[in-house]
């Protein structure tokens, strides 16, 4: 296992660490804290050999110093590269509770309209950013890569999912690509579920995991979000949150249709192995 509190900036004043297990991203993720116990750093680290979770560590170094410029709340990058075999990030360590915390019942219409109003305030369009276009169009080579690679099947297989191969679903997708397009590209979080949203006092404290950020339509968080609030990961909430925060972000605007491929674009990309281990015979 990977030792970085020796090559951390002594600055920051890490005395000890401790896993963190929330989140689904396929990294190893520390917490750092200094002799009192306060959180200073998040530390992230991959497996170089799964070269999907390195790319996606590498991009989320660039896409934070991004956003950072663009004056949304993510974490400072603190430090980063390469130790036995794993890619690390570090990053300071942002107030707050993830928005998947067990809030309680009073609570959670308060959370889900914070949740709402932060995606409102992040989709912006933004010029002259063209090589952070997340578009439908833009990724679709990078969707058929992983499905020819088979490491879409294979994370579905080990899931357990049930249905037709991904080939025949990328088909759909790139059917209704066609018929409907790009939309309007906006500033968009890439990964916009429970967990990856800090709460502190009245307000969203920062966005976490931004590795898939860039520039795409807005129904791509939505669907994020969405599929968070329903999720049995999340029994605090459930579906009728999901239409809360649908509401609250506004009807206008969202069509049921983009909804939908937006949503089967996202299931190329979740769950996706952290492991070698090989699929289940079928």
Same mark, same amino acid.
Do not use: H, T
């Given at each position: 296992m990977t030792? @970085?509190?020796? %090559? &951390?900036?002594?600055?920051l004043g @890490?005395?000890?660490? $401790? @896993?963190?297990?929330?989140? &689904?991203?396929?990294?190893? #993720? &520390?917490?750092?804290?200094?002799? !009192?116990?306060?959180? #200073?750093?998040v530390v992230k680290l991959v497996d170089n050999a799964i070269r999907h979770l390195a790319d996606e560590l590498q991009s989320e170094a660039v896409r934070l110093e991004w956003l950072?410029?663009?004056?949304?709340? #993510?974490? !400072? #990058? @603190?430090?980063?590269?390469?130790?036995?075999? !794993?890619?690390? &990030?570090a990053t300071r360590a942002l107030p707050g509770r993830p928005a998947s915390d067990p809030w309680p019942t009073g609570e959670r219409g308060r959370v889900v309209d914070l949740l709402a109003h932060a995606a409102r305030e992040l989709h912006v369009p933004v010029a002259d950013d063209a090589h952070f276009e997340r578009s439908v169009s833009s990724v679709l080579g990078e969707v058929r890569g992983r499905v020819e690679s088979g490491l879409v099947d294979r994370s579905w297989a080990i899931a357990g999912r049930q249905g037709p191969p991904a080939a025949v %679903?990328?088909? $759909?997708? !790139?059917?209704?690509?066609?018929?409907?397009?790009?939309g309007d590209l906006v500033v968009t979080h890439g990964d916009f579920c429970l967990p990856n949203v800090l709460i502190a006092g009245s307000g969203v404290a920062g966005f976490v995991d931004v590795g898939r950020a860039g520039l795409a339509d807005a129904h791509s968080d939505l669907v994020d979000m969405v599929r968070s609030l329903r999720s049995r990961m999340n029994p605090q909430f459930g579906p009728e949150w999901a239409e809360r925060f649908l509401d609250v972000y506004g009807r206008d605007g969202i069509e049921p249709q983009r909804l939908r491929m937006h949503d089967l674009l996202e299931s190329f990309y979740w769950p996706m192995p952290n492991h070698k281990t090989p699929a289940p015979e079928r």
């Open positions: 030792d @970085v509190m020796g %090559v &951390l900036d002594p600055a @890490v005395a000890r660490q $401790e @896993v963190i297990s929330l989140g &689904l991203s396929g990294a190893r #993720v &520390l917490r750092m804290s200094d002799a !009192e116990g306060r959180p #200073v750093a950072g410029g663009l004056g949304f709340p #993510v974490p !400072e #990058v @603190v430090g980063a590269g390469v130790l036995g075999g !794993e890619s690390w &990030l %679903v990328l088909a $759909e997708l !790139e059917s209704m690509a066609r018929d409907l397009g790009d």
